[in-house]
C-alpha cells in the first residue's frame, strides 16, 4: 500500500475530480456529427434512444420499468439530466411503463403522444404527472414532421381522424438523418401496415426497421417488408417473454427476404452510429 503526504492527496482527489468532470463531458453531448441509435435491453418491450449529431436528444418509450433510468445514465452520462423529446408510443405498460421514472429523473423538453390517445393515457397517471410537472404535450399524427439540426422525424401514424384502439394507434415515426433512415414501428398491427402502404407508399422505404410489435406473427407482413425494404431489422424484445415472442414465422419471413436481424434477447443493448452516409451496428453480445 502507497501511503501518499496529506497535501499529496488533496491534489489527487483534484486531480480525479477533473477526469471525472471531462469524462462525463465526453457522455454529456455527443456533439460528433454522428447519429446514435440505442436499442435498449430492457426487457419485454421498446425503448430506443437516439441522439443526433448535435445532441439533441429523443427517446421513444421506457420499457416497462425503471431499468431505462440506469440505460439512460450509462449513454447520457452524470450531468445530463435534459432529454428534448419523449415520444410515447401508445399507453401499454412494456412501452409506457418506465416513462414516469423518466419524467421524475429527467428535465423533458416535450412529450409527444399519438393524437387519439388522450383519452387512454388519461386512465393512467401519465397526463396527470405532465401537467404538474408543466411539461408540453404534443398530441402528433400522421403527415407531421419535423427537423432538428439536420434529424428528420416523419410521422406515419396515428390518423388524426380515426378512431384506433391501443397497439393500432401507435406512433410511427421515420428518423432520417442524412441517407440514412429508421422506421420505428411502435406495435402496429398488419392491418395498420396495410393503411400505411396505401396512405405514404414508397415514403416508407428504410434502411433499418424497429420490428412492430416485438416480432409478433400479426405483424411484419410480407407487403410490408417488400415496401420498407430494409436493409436490417431490430428486434426489441425480452428473454423468455411469455408471448413466445418473436414468431417463428417473422424470423422466416426476414430470411426469405435476405434481412439480418439483432434481437435484444440475444444481443443485449443494440447501437447503431451513423455519419449520414454509412452506419455500423455495435452489439453488446
Ligand atoms: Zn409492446
Known amino acids: ?18 477526469a471525472l468532470f ?3 463531458l465526453a457522455f454529456a453531448n455527443n456533439g460528433s456529427g454522428f447519429l446514435e ?59 409506457a411503463g418506465g416513462l414516469m421514472d423518466v419524467l ?28 404538474e410537472k408543466k411539461i408540453f404535450v404534443r398530441y402528433v399524427k400522421t403527415g407531421d414532421n419535423f427537423n432538428f439540426n439536420g434529424l428528420n422525424v416523419f410521422v406515419f401514424n396515428p390518423p388524426p381522424n380515426e378512431k384506433l384502439k391501443d397497439n393500432e394507434s401507435s406512433v410511427v415515426l421515420k428518423i432520417l438523418y442524412g441517407g440514412v433512415s429508421f422506421l420505428l414501428t411502435a406495435d402496429i398491427t398488419a392491418g395498420v401496415e396495410k393503411k400505411l402502404i396505401e396512405s405514404a407508399g414508397n415514403a416508407l422505404d428504410s434502411d433499418i426497421l424497429k420490428t412492430a410489435h416485438h416480432g409478433s406473427k400479426t405483424s411484419t407482413s410480407e407487403n410490408f417488408l ?37 434481437r435484444n434477447d440475444q444481443n443485449g443493448d443494440i447501437e447503431i452510429i451513423s455519419d449520414g452516409k454509412n452506419y455500423t451496428v455495435n452489439l453488446e453480445k
Not at 500500500?1 to 489527487?12: D, H, S
Not at 433510468?69 to 449513454?75: A, M, Q, R, S
Open 226 to 262: 417488400k415496401i420498407v425494404s430494409p436493409e436490417i431489422a431490430v428486434i426489441q424484445v425480452g428473454k423468455d417473454n411469455s408471448y413466445g415472442h418473436p414468431h417463428q414465422t417473422v424470423l422466416e419471413r426476414f430470411e426469405l427476404f435476405g434481412i439480418p436481424f439483432f
Open 104 to 131: 421524475k429523473y429527467y428535465n423533458v423538453g416535450e412529450v409527444w403522444i399519438g393524437v387519439l390517445e388522450n383519452y387512454y393515457f388519461s386512465q393512467s397517471e401519465f397526463l396527470r404527472v405532465l401537467e
Open 1 to 18: 500500500m502507497i501511503i501518499l503526504p496529506r497535501k499529496y492527496v488533496k491534489y489527487c482527489a483534484i486531480i480525479f475530480g477533473v
Open 37 to 95: 441509435a440505442n436499442f435498449f435491453d430492457i426487457g419485454q418491450g421498446d425503448a430506443i434512444f437516439i441522439e443526433g449529431p448535435d445532441g439533441f436528444q429523443i427517446l421513444i418509450d421506457g420499457g416497462p420499468n425503471s431499468t431505462v433510468l440506469e440505460k439512460l445514465g450509462k449513454e447520457m452520462g452524470y450531468f445530463d439530466r435534459y432529454i428534448d423529446i419523449v415520444v410515447a408510443t401508445h399507453p401499454d405498460k412494456d412501452h
Open 22 to 24: 471531462f469524462w462525463q
